[in-house]
Every structure is written in C-alpha cells, then in structure tokens.
Nanobody, 120 residues
Framework: QVQLVESGGGLVQPGGSLRLSCAAS????????MGWYRQAPGKQRELVAT???????GYADSVKGRVTISRDNAKNTGYLQMNSLKPEDTALYYC??????????????WGQGTQVTVSS
C-alpha cells in the first residue's frame, strides 16, 4: 500500500503563485508515475501534469507555461509549482500515483485533495 500526503493549497489572488507538495510513503517502487488532477464543482476531473520516476513530464494544454511539475526521488515527493494563477484554476487538486513491480501495474492511488482557491 502507498499513502499520499498533500499540502500547499490555499487562497491566493489572481496572478499569484502556489506550490503543492505530495509525499508518498509505504511500499514504494522505483518505477512509478506521479501527477496532479483537479476537479471543480460541476466539472469533470482534469489531468494537470504528470512526471515519471525517470523525469519524463506531461502537461495539460490549459496549464502549459504556467505550471511546472518536479520531484525529489530521495524524498518520494512530487511538487507542482503554479504561477500566474487564474480564477478558473480554482479546484480541488488531487495527487495521483501509480507504480510498477516487475510486470504488474498497481491500481491508482489518490491523495485526499487540497483546495486551491484563486479569488480577489
């Protein structure tokens, strides 16, 4: 089992910045992928960004240029740096994790979510 602990959410003004953190613990594999999803009320859950244990990254078009995903493998922690935040970025942000042991991929692991609110 893997546990995910998220932090860094909060209230920020438009144009401001936040950095989200996701610390993974438990039975951690060296082959894995971390990422962030977000969901606003009444909207479909949306992929924000992903990063593999090898450093490969991917971003949703809606956040490209404003968001950077990174990780510290020694700490099993992923980060999401968000700049130039807009009101439409307001959502509950979930940390995502999946790992592979031998030929077997795990099920999806999710954090409890951290609220990001962008408002004046």
């Amino acid at each position: 089992q893997v546990q995910l602990v998220e932090s860094g959410g909060g209230l920020v003004q438009p144009g401001g910045s936040l950095r989200l953190s996701c610390a993974a613990s438990g039975s951690i594999s060296r082959i894995n992928i971390m990422g962030w999803y977000r969901q606003a009320p009444g909207k479909q859950r949306e992929l924000v960004a992903t990063i593999t244990s090898f450093g490969d990254t991917g971003y949703a078009d809606s956040v490209k240029g404003r968001v950077t995903i990174s990780r510290d493998n020694a700490k099993n922690t992923g980060y999401l740096q968000m700049n130039s935040l807009k009101p439409e970025d307001t959502a509950l942000y979930y940390c995502y994790y999946k790992q592979r042991v031998a030929t077997i991929w795990s099920s999806d692991y999710w954090g409890q979510g951290t609220q990001v609110t962008v408002s004046s």
